[in-house]
C-alpha cells in the first residue's frame, strides 16, 4: 500500500500491507461526526448533541463471536479495544471521537472478518449528522491508511461502516457505507448479513 491515505468509495477495498513489504500490527478504526446546525429557537442555531455509537463485530465466517462496543470495551480474546464512548461528538474538522483498537497480531485466526459499525443511540437520523468519517490508522506510526467520509445523510439511524477481513497472511479493508436501522449493534445485526 503506498504512503498516503486512500480516501475509500463504497465497496472498495485496499491491502492493509505495508509499503515497505511487512504487515501492519495494530490499527485504529476512528469515528468522527458533528451534530449538524439546527433550529432550537428564534435566535439559536446550536446544534443537538447526537450519541453515535462505534462497535466492532467478530466474524468466525458468518457467525459473530465477539463484540466491541460501550458495554463491552475489550473483546474477550483481548485484541480489539474500544478505548470509550463519546457522548456528544464534534472534536474537530478530521478527528475522531470514538476509536477502536485492534491488534491484527493477536485476532485468533477463528475471526475472519470484523466488521465496524455506527449507531445512533439517541436516535437521531444521519441528516442530522455532518463530517462524519471512518479512518483506519497504523497505531504505531499514526499514519492514516484509509479514510470513508459518510456524505449525504439521510433518514437511517445507522450505517455499516467497513469491515477488515484477512486476506492471504494479510488483512484488508473494504469500505461498506450502508444504512441500517437502530440504536444499537443487536439492532443492526440483519443489515450486516448480506455483507458477511
Known sequence: MVGVSVSLAKG??????????????????GL????????????????KEIDLDASALLYDGKAMSDVVFFSHLVSNDGSVQHTGDNLVGGVG?????????????KVPRRVTQIVFTVSSY????????????????????????????????????GQIMAKVEREGTG?????????ATGRTFRDMLPFVEPFL
Not at 133 to 148: I, K, N
Not at 171 to 179: E, H, R, S
Request: with cysteine.
Open 32 to 47: 468522527g461526526w458533528k451534530s449538524a446546525p439546527g433550529k432550537r429557537g428564534f435566535f439559536s442555531r446550536r446544534p
Open 93 to 105: 474538522a478530521g478527528e475522531d471521537d470514538e476509536s477502536i483498537l485492534v491488534d491484527l497480531t
Open 171 to 179: 488483512w484488508k479493508m473494504t469500505a461498506i457505507g450502508a444504512p
Open 12 to 29: 472498495q477495498s485496499v491491502s492493509l500491507a505495508k509499503s515497505s513489504g511487512g504487515t501492519l500490527s495494530v490499527v485504529r478504526m
Open 122 to 157: 439517541s436516535g437521531q437520523n444521519f441528516l442530522e449528522v455532518q463530517n462524519a468519517h471512518c479512518r483506519l490508522v497504523d497505531e504505531t506510526t499514526g499514519q492514516e491508511l484509509a479514510r470513508y467520509d459518510l456524505a449525504g445523510g439521510g433518514t437511517h439511524t
